[in-house]
């Protein structure tokens, strides 16, 4: 039988059941302060890095309690470390703490 | 029998203001139509913000209450007339009351959710409303879904009947954001093992006390808030519920599976405050509650001289604010009853 | 799931069918499709209901998909129904049937669009007048023909010589339902049972002694979408959509799917058929393709029909496993009535 070729299309659904949340649990012992963010999107809106890519934190911190764990690994490599994100943010979330824990549990976890 | 007021509805807002108005001499019948008193906060556990007990408050309320007031208890109002300056209450048990004054104390139903077809509301097994959860706390019942397991995962959905031009509600309730996050919490307390979700749209966390109890709900007993209106619930082969909600602050749809979902339903008039507004050609608010002759300077007093309102009869409210609201219905009664008496 | 529940959604969403005396309205992709199942319709409001209904030569297309792919304008979509009501006028009947879901959910657009805006109604009696020198009236019960086989479905029930139940193991067979989005999720007091929960052809599934599966993407469209599949490139777009469906059925071992509406039917089947040799993924009971049946060839089926005269041959997944459990005995020799067979792919080639 020849094949149709019809291109499926990626769900873009969150499949939350099937998500990997270990780094969310992982923070949550590291940097409890991850639990208090809400998204007001302070950080990103101030983020220098956010000026020439695409990075974006308020959506990097929803992603780890969502478990998109390619999304976060493909954009945090893009933060300067410059610290700005951590003086905006009203719920005084260790912003700098947070990017720091992802990206050393990043680097010991295979994705 | 004869009075100076009649306060329709044993309530907490019914019941506050029974006891000021006859401390301040005036002679009041409180009519209640069931047989207990305490209206729904006697339904209830444990209080937002606080942790308080809401029978201490019920406990406290029928403590105080004069011992020769007059509270007729299961007794339905079957008429409701005025001809000159006063009323005429006929009830299920053929008296009538006359009465120079009336204090609207009905309060409100929980919304049938049911008429959100989409939750699954009655054909679910594990859908449930807030108020069906408070009293399984109330109770002490272990909280175990249909098929009798401890529920490893719960959302709750805000604004179910509340904030919805579709079934006509379009007013926040006002307490069911706090609710779920003070419903969420006691979840994590009694099932320490279990995740708990809240699905809104904007979380009203108007009151003092209110934010840091969603803060302490975040940081102390992870509770993950989902900003996104469910749009559907489905249940699965297993007796689980999928939900489809967006997460909109990331701007992607979102599927979970859920053990049990609790609908926090909002407040819409009580049977009893619509009959009233039928029967005494009261004004209606946008809500379908009372309306007050104006919201800031006379928000106890009606279109209907000598009918006054209190406390959920005319929108929703936490207890303080009813509270608050009965004891300014009680000085608005005061003084029309002063004044005719002069 | 409580069935209670359901039941009150279902009472208030009941509709006014007509009881008899009807001018039918064919779809213009049935007739290609599954060319039995609207000749099998007529048959049994004739022969086994003793209905009116009358086939009328002289309809055309309603439009629909070339309305819902912005290929025909609004106005004359309206004119072309209008001329539909014209000739049921002309043919002295007052009751209306579509066979289409979307006919159905156009009609009834169409008709709710002249209520609300009463100019729209005038500007067609005029477009309609100047084009061909008719007049129309509004139909008294427009409805569509699944809502016609749910009225009488314990009618039919006495007259039934098999049922939904396996002839071995007395167990109800396992039936999911596909109703066309149009049928009630554009107006859902249209429809019997409402959007959400949509009774109409659950309803044949309980009368008729089968299992209705309620499975969680029951309420997903199946994915024709009209201006997607329209462009070969876009099917995988379409696929994409029944291929849910599928995946959230598996669990549930489903026997059979039927559908109220053209599209879906079509979809439910050929994709299935895709997904076979695509994915090599077959997703009904016993780990075989679920057979597709329109409403009235499931009737005609349990009614004791030839299922090769009903035009079961027509869908891509074989029916015979249906037949089978169902107690039905069939010749596979005149499935093709002598004329070749086509290549069956080996994956359904278990017949
Ligand atoms: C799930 C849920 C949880 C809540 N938890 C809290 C909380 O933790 N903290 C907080 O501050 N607030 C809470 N609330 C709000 C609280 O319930 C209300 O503020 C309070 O009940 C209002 O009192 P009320 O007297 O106005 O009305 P109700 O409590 O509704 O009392 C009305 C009374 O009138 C009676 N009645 C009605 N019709 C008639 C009639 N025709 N004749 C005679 N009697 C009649 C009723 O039987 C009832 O006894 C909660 C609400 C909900 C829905
Ligand atoms: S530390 Fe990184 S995320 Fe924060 S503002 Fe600087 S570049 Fe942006
Ligand atoms: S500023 Fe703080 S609270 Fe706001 S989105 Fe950023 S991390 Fe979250
Ligand atoms: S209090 Fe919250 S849940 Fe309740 S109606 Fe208002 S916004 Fe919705």
Redesign the interface.
């Known amino acids: 039988?020849k094949?149709?070729q019809?291109?499926?299309?990626i769900?873009r659904t969150i499949d939350y059941d099937n998500n990997d949340r270990a780094l969310f649990y992982y923070l949550m012992r590291v940097e409890p302060t991850v639990a208090l963010c809400i998204a007001c999107g302070a950080c990103t809106a101030t983020c220098s890095a956010g000026n020439f890519s695409t990075l974006d934190l308020h959506k990097i911190m929803l992603s780890i309690r969502r478990g998109e764990k390619v999304y976060i690994a493909k954009e945090i490599t893009q933060c300067v470390l410059c610290g700005k994100c951590q003086l905006v943010c009203p719920k005084n979330v260790n912003t700098r703490g947070v990017i720091l824990q992802i990206m050393s549990f990043l680097q010991s976890s295979q994705l | 029998m004869k009075t100076d007021v009649v306060v329709i509805g044993g309530g907490i807002a019914g019941l506050e203001a029974s006891t000021a108005l006859h401390n301040l001499g005036h002679h009041v019948i409180l009519i209640e139509k069931k047989d207990i008193l305490g209206g729904h906060v006697a339904l209830w556990d444990k209080l937002f913000p606080n942790n308080k007990n809401a029978s201490s408050i019920i406990h406290y309320l029928k403590d105080h209450l004069p011992q020769n007031l007059t509270i007729l208890l299961s007794t339905e109002i079957t008429n409701i007339s005025k001809r000159n300056n006063s009323f005429f209450i006929e009830t299920n048990f053929h008296q009538t009351i006359e009465t120079k004054s009336v204090l609207v104390a009905t309060g409100y139903d929980v919304f049938n959710a049911?008429l959100k077809?989409?939750y699954?509301?009655?054909?679910?097994?594990n859908v449930i409303t807030s108020a069906e959860l408070e009293e399984m706390f109330k109770n002490n019942k272990p909280i175990l879904t249909k098929q009798g397991k401890e529920p490893s995962r719960i959302g709750f959905v805000h604004c179910v009947g509340s904030r919805d031009r579709k079934i006509n509600n379009l007013y926040c309730s006002k307490v069911c954001c706090v609710t779920a996050v003070k419903q969420a919490i006691e979840i994590r307390q009694k099932l320490p093992f279990s995740e708990t979700y809240c699905f809104y749209m904007d979380l009203r966390m108007y009151g003092l006390n209110f934010e840091e109890l969603y803060n302490e709900s975040q940081e102390k007993y992870g509770v993950t808030f989902i900003r996104g209106r469910l749009s559907?619930a489905?249940?699965?082969?297993d007796g689980k519920i999928?939900i489809k909600v967006e997460d909109t602050l990331l701007g992607r749809p979102l599927k979970m599976t859920m053990d049990m979902l609790v609908l926090m339903v909002g407040m819409v008039p009580s049977a009893g405050t619509s009959f009233l507004i039928n029967k005494l050609d009261l004004l209606s608010n946008n809500g379908h509650f009372i309306a007050s002759s104006d919201e800031h300077l006379l928000a106890n007093y009606t279109n209907v001289n000598g009918v006054f309102v209190a406390g959920t009869a005319s929108s929703p409210k936490s207890i303080d604010d009813t509270f608050a609201d009965a004891r300014s219905a009680v000085l608005a009664i005061h003084q029309y009853l002063t004044s005719q008496k002069m | 799931?409580?069935i209670?529940?359901?039941k009150?959604?279902w009472s208030s969403y009941q509709k006014e069918i007509a009881n008899d005396n009807y001018y039918y309205a064919r779809s213009c992709i049935r007739q290609n499709f599954f060319p039995g199942a609207e000749n099998m319709f007529i048959k049994i409001l004739r022969e086994q209901l003793n209905k009116n209904i009358f086939d009328d030569e002289r309809q055309t297309t309603c439009t629909g998909i070339g309305y819902h792919s912005s290929i025909v304008l609004p106005e004359t979509t309206m004119t072309v129904i209008a001329r539909q009501f014209s000739l049921m006028n002309e043919a002295g009947y007052d009751n209306f049937i579509c066979s289409c879901v979307t006919s159905f959910g156009l009609y009834t657009e169409v008709i709710e669009t002249w209520t609300h805006f009463p100019e729209t109604l005038e500007k067609t009696k005029e477009y309609l007048y100047k084009s061909t020198g008719r007049t129309f009236q509004i139909p008294q019960n427009l409805v569509h023909a699944s809502d016609i086989i749910y009225k009488f479905r314990y009618e039919l029930l006495h007259k039934l010589k098999y049922k939904l139940i396996h002839h071995k193991t007395g167990k109800p067979l396992n039936v999911v339902e596909h109703i066309g989005c149009h049928y009630a999720k554009i107006f859902p007091h249209k429809g019997v049972g409402?959007a959400?929960?949509p009774h109409v052809l659950a309803g044949l599934i309980e009368a008729w002694g089968g299992n209705m599966v309620?499975?969680?993407?029951?309420?997903h469209c199946c994915g024709f979408g009209f201006r997607q599949y329209l462009i070969k490139?876009n099917?995988?777009?379409s696929?994409?959509h029944s291929?849910?469906k599928f995946e959230s059925m598996q669990?549930?071992e489903v026997d059979l799917i039927i559908t109220n509406c053209p599209g879906c039917n079509y979809f439910l089947d050929r994709w299935q058929y895709?997904a076979a040799?695509?994915e090599k993924k077959l997703f009904g009971a016993e780990n075989k393709a679920i057979p597709v049946l329109t409403f009235e060839e499931l009737a005609a089926l349990l009614l004791g029909y030839d299922p090769w005269k009903i035009g079961l041959q027509m869908h891509q997944i074989p029916v015979e496993p249906l037949l089978d459990k169902i107690g039905i005995t069939y010749n596979k020799k005149e499935k093709y009535f002598g004329t070749k067979p086509p290549?069956i792919?080996?994956i359904l080639n278990y017949c």
Request: charge should be negative; glycine fraction near 10%.
């Open positions: 039988m094949s149709f019809y291109l499926k299309k769900d | 049911h077809e989409e699954g509301y009655g054909i679910y097994d559907e489905s249940e699965t082969i999928i | 799931m409580k209670e529940g359901k009150q959604i409402g959400e929960y309620d499975y969680p993407e029951r309420r490139a099917r995988g777009y696929y994409s291929l849910k669990p549930y895709v040799i695509e290549q792919p080996e």
